[in-house]
């Protein structure tokens, strides 16, 4: 009750019309060196380098887990995995066990926290944090959702609207157009009221599909026609952004849930997605917010996935849970100057034991 009220008073003192929209796009088996600014040259990403030139980059941005649903959990909760024991994949086609793998319901999410905080919050795309009764994401804050609640490669392949099968087989091949068509009308629904918006795009994680308004039109493959699409969607978002007038209001972080997999790049570095190695944990993280953050800024102090949690709270002027770790830090200071990092170490897990330990020096 407590922590209810505390949000609640600060949401009334900061005022609706000043409080930032947050879009959080989460890419899935993103690797390091998956975008022209980071190194790209096989195919084209230009929406992606416009946002990266027009706000800020991290160059030594990092998962907590080189796989999906760890990462994801890290992202809603601001904490390691293991503290919550999501240090595995739901899965509906792997089994009992796997089958019943979800965030544990003590978890306070991210959109709990914004939707107190006088938020709308959405969600459209992958959630892979359980897809059991109780566990979806309607049913862990958020107002609405759209998307395959794992990964398009799981069976049943199944598009939920809210908690009700829209879809079945999917026609994986308009998904992120479907997503992306979703996410603009969710922005034009709620322009006038601050929301959060959390878009967790299908590509390109296998099986990789590409609409035909971009098969073909890469010249690197499927791969690369997938990864035109999803910056195409990106493009479209911000165009959004910029006709509802909110370009300036609205803080829009982009990154991807772990390292490449096969067709993708980690950009030179060591391993990839369910590695060890530097490949599985580095990923991109590009940051816009005219006004706020400069444009061209980069940083090369080490971050985490869970920061993005913090990071949000604190640009939304909401407070975090007072009766738990929370291991993000606010790293709004790194997009925006020569801030350090807020971290000594950053570990990285493999499954349920500690794999990794990055320090500054290394």
């Known amino acids: 009750m407590i922590f209810r009220l505390l949000l609640t008073t600060c949401a009334v003192a900061l005022g609706a019309a000043e409080r930032p929209n947050v879009l959080v796009i989460l890419a899935d088996d993103l690797g390091y060196g998956g975008l022209g600014c980071y190194g790209q040259t ?34 809603m909760t601001g904490r390691y995995p293991i503290r919550c024991g999501m240090t595995q994949n739901p899965a509906p086609d792997g089994g009992p066990a796997a089958d019943a793998v979800a965030l544990p319901k003590s978890e306070i999410t991210l959109p709990q926290i914004m939707k107190s905080a006088g938020y709308a919050t959405g969600m459209v795309g992958k959630w892979h944090l359980g897809h059991k009764a109780g566990a979806l994401p309607t049913e862990r804050g958020f107002d609405e959702y759209y998307g395959i609640p794992y990964s398009n490669d799981m069976r049943p392949v199944q598009v939920l609207d809210g908690t009700q099968v829209v879809e079945h087989p999917v026609v994986q091949a308009t998904l992120t157009r479907r997503y992306t068509e979703r996410a603009l009308g969710y922005m034009e629904r709620n322009r006038h009221k601050p929301f959060l918006l959390y878009l967790a795009q299908a590509m390109p994680h296998k099986p990789l599909a590409a609409s035909e308004a971009f098969y073909k039109k890469s010249g690197a493959g499927l791969y690369g026609d997938a990864m035109m699409e999803l910056d195409w969607s990106v493009g479209q978002v911000l165009a959004k952004l910029k006709e509802l007038g909110l370009d300036e209001k609205t803080l829009v972080l982009f990154t991807s849930d772990n390292g490449a997999t096969f067709g993708g790049s980690t950009g030179g570095l060591r391993g990839m997605k369910g590695s060890s190695y530097e490949g599985g944990y580095r990923v991109p993280m590009v940051a816009r917010w005219p006004g706020h953050i400069p444009a061209g800024h980069v940083s090369a102090q080490p971050a985490v996935m869970m920061d993005l949690f913090a990071t949000v709270l604190s640009v939304a002027d909401a407070a975090p849970p007072q009766d738990r770790v929370i291991d993000g830090r606010n790293i709004l200071p790194l997009f925006t100057g020569d801030a350090k990092s807020p971290h000594e170490v950053i570990f990285g897990q493999g499954g349920a034991k500690l794999a990794t330990v990055r320090d500054a020096r290394w």
């Open 42 to 75: 096989r195919y084209q990403t230009p929406h992606l380098d416009r946002m990266a030139a027009e706000g800020a980059k991290l160059t030594h941005f990092n998962c907590p887990a080189p796989f999906c649903a760890p990462t994801r959990a890290a992202l």
